[in-house]
């Protein structure tokens, strides 16, 4: 008789594992506020006051900044338009090219693409899965003009050996943080090592407005131009005598009062649920970690992974099944969680190499690497960065079962799975074998 679900057996849990909902009476009672009040955005596309947003904007803005140890802090709608604007605000054109992580979500290799320029994949670390120093050097040509670095699934990347590449090479460098808030290296918050971080708020992150994003950095000059991308720069630059009006053309990036109100009452409450993912983690971590050919992340001890998601490594030769195979019984026995009823909060692999994506498989843009202003040759061939390749389509699986609401209990149905899957495994091999 079989004892894996995924054959029919009985599963260890069928309870659906508690929402993340991070949103309570606070952020309702600031809504309120705003809402009561009729001034929902304050925007003007103006040389005005009001050209940088209402007070509750403003307001969030300092309080960003001050939590970040950070100049400026300038909000927009999303962490892809603080790309794009970031991009924009280093001067990137047609002919550049920057240095961008295959392994994160698509943006952060599509920004580039905006304004012209070349995206070049660098290959990851293979274990903290940012880019790899060595790759990124290698990959630097005449053409350079930045580096994308991705702080990816809340870890931060080897920020000294690429801080060091981009001073040698006389680089920008761009901090994706969408996943990592408050993650620390070296006793520096991620996003204030290079020129300019920028960070998520979409409805999944670990706070969230709905949709915005926020930028920061210590550069009088950045922040301008930044403020002007965010907001019909070109009606701005005469009125305000910016003197450099290259790449200020604006875009309607601004972030309502509402979504402000809400920013800052998330902000409160950011540090305590990072601990709550770092106590969850280390458990999960502990526990995954004695199984024989399951590989905790490993986390440097000057560095402050925050979790957006655990990874873990999977060595086939060792468990003796594939890893999707593995992944496909262990979510048999376990269920989702409220208001994720239809999406498992376990997976195998992450996205799949932006590269081998069709955008740049076909060389789908009339810009960008089918420039005429482009002098390089940049390759988007499989292969290319074969860590990524390995991690994606053999090893690396994340989860989500560390996130705050989640209890002990809870967290031990998961490692249940886990053992229940590998004491079973031969169950499993046979399977495979049938199929």
Not at 198 to 224: M, P, Q, R
Not at 394 to 406: A, C, K, Q, V
Not at 422 to 428: H, K, Q, T, V
Request: net charge negative; hydrophobic share 40%.
């Amino acid at each position: 008789m079989a004892k894996l679900a995924i054959n029919g057996g009985t599963p260890v849990r069928t309870k659906l594992f508690p929402a993340y909902n991070t949103i309570g009476q606070e952020e309702k009672q600031a809504v309120m506020k705003v809402l009561d009040s009729g001034n929902l955005s304050q925007f003007l596309g103006a040389w005005h006051k009001d050209f940088y947003g209402g007070p509750t904007v403003q307001q969030f803005e300092k309080n960003w900044a001050l939590a970040f140890e950070s100049k400026y802090a300038i909000s927009v709608n999303s962490n892809t338009s603080g790309l794009f604007t970031a991009i924009g605000a280093l001067g990137i054109k047609p002919g550049d090219e920057v240095i961008v992580s295959p392994y994160t979500m698509s943006a952060s290799a599509l920004a580039p693409i905006i304004y012209g320029a070349v995206p070049v994949f660098a290959d990851v670390d293979y274990d903290n899965f940012g880019l790899n120093p060595e790759s990124i050097e290698k990959c630097i040509t005449p053409r350079t003009k930045a580096i994308l670095v991705v702080h990816i699934f809340g870890n931060p990347a080897k920020m000294d050996e690429i801080m060091a590449i981009a001073q040698k090479h006389n680089l920008y460098v761009i901090e994706d943080c969408a996943q990592a808030p408050m993650a620390k290296y070296k006793d520096r918050y991620v996003g204030t090592i290079g020129d300019i971080g920028i960070f998520s708020l979409n409805y999944h992150k670990h706070i969230h407005t709905g949709e915005g994003g926020v930028i920061i950095t210590n550069n009088d000059t950045i922040a301008e131009r930044s403020h002007l991308i965010r907001n019909h720069g070109e009606n701005i630059i005469e009125p305000k005598g910016v003197e450099n009006a290259f790449n200020t053309f604006g875009y309607n990036f601004r972030m309502t009062e509402m979504e402000a109100a809400v920013g800052i009452e998330q902000l409160k409450k950011l540090p305590s649920l990072i601990d709550d993912r770092i106590i969850n983690a280390n458990f999960i971590a502990n526990e995954l970690g004695k199984i024989d050919g399951i590989i905790a992340p490993n986390i440097e001890t000057f560095s402050k992974h925050v979790y957006y998601v655990q990874a873990f490594k999977f060595k086939k030769d060792i468990i003796g099944v594939d890893r999707n195979t593995f992944i496909n019984a262990v979510k048999a026995e376990i269920p989702s969680a409220v208001l994720r009823e239809d999406t498992p909060l376990i997976g195998a692999g992450y996205v799949k190499p932006i590269y081998l994506q069709p955008l740049y498989q076909q060389r789908a843009t009339h810009c960008s690497f089918n420039c005429e202003k482009y002098k390089g040759t940049v390759d988007y061939s499989k292969g290319i960065c074969p860590v990524t390749e390995k991690l994606h389509f053999e090893e690396l699986f994340t989860h989500e079962y560390m996130r705050p609401g989640m209890s002990k209990t809870d967290m031990e149905d998961v490692v249940s799975a886990f053992n229940k899957v590998i004491e079973n495994i031969d169950e499993l091999k046979v399977a495979t074998i049938k199929s």
